[in-house]
T-cell receptor
Framework: DAGVIQSPRHEVTEMGQEVTLRCKPI?????LFWYRQTMMRGLELLIY????????DSGMPEDRFSAKMPNASFSTLKIQPSEPRDSAVYFC?????????????FGNGTRLTVT | AQSVAQPEDQVNVAEGNPLTVKCTYS??????LFWYVQYPNRGLQFLLK??????LVKGSYGFEAEFNKSQTSFHLKKPSALVSDSALYFC??????????FGSGTRLLVRP
């Protein structure tokens, strides 16, 4: 079991550029979550999917953020255009949702710096 | 608003001593409560959860937590701390749609 795989680990970009973060969940898991971690706001849930369908995107900050899950083994989080305040660590997590209370398995995150 | 609170930003303890990381909840109904740990430059790792049943929950790495309904608490405990336990600890709760909402985190520092 390779765990949840996120790429890239680090991303540095200039304000206004498009950023795409990628996530491969654990095989067999049918729920996927995107979180953002900053010192000021802690861990924020951005969006989560169940069976590839977005269930709740109320945490997405604004229209500049979008997320997709075209199949069970891949998800992307896109920021366009990026701004310095988007600098954070972005985590992807997956779970099997057995009974709805299965633990989340987190990737090691993508550290995004927008200059 | 429903939430969990971690009142301490940091907890310091000597190796070998018992440790407690505090969490209180303000959640209606039967709360689903969790503890996760985060090591530097890593994602969060699941430690334990309370769903129902026995109020004392045992988890990974020798950690345990006690669900206390009268005090609305779910404190994380370990009888004997290790230097390697130093990390960031998060309490969390799952809402009715099973979204996991995290507390602000507590940094545990275990000194040799």
């Amino acid at each position: 079991d390779a765990g949840v795989i996120q790429s890239p680990r680090h991303e540095v970009t200039e304000m206004g550029q498009e950023v795409t973060l990628r996530c491969k969940p654990i095989s067999g898991h049918n729920s996927l979550f995107w979180y953002r971690q900053t010192m000021m706001r802690g861990l924020e849930l951005l969006i989560y999917f169940n069976n590839n369908v977005p269930i709740d995107d109320s945490g997405m900050p604004e229209d500049r953020f979008s997320a997709k899950m075209p199949n069970a083994s891949f998800s992307t989080l896109k920021i366009q255009p990026s701004e310095p305040r988007d600098s954070a660590v972005y985590f992807c997590a997956s779970s099997s949702r057995t009974g709805g209370t299965s633990p989340l398995h987190f990737g090691n995150g993508t550290r995004l710096t927008v200059t | 608003a429903q939430s969990v609170a971690q009142p301490e930003d940091q907890v310091n303890v000597a190796e070998g001593n018992p440790l407690t990381v505090k969490c209180t909840y303000s959640v209606s109904g039967n709360p689903y409560l969790f503890w996760y740990v985060q090591y530097p430059n890593r994602g969060l790792q699941f430690l334990l959860k309370y769903i129902t049943g026995d109020n004392l929950v045992k988890g990974s790495y020798g950690f345990e937590a006690e669900f206390n309904k009268s005090q609305t608490s779910f404190h994380l405990k370990k009888p004997s701390a290790l230097v390697s336990d130093s990390a960031l600890y998060f309490c969390a709760w799952a809402d009715s749609s099973y979204k996991l909402i995290f507390g602000s985190g507590t940094r545990l520092l275990v000194r040799p």
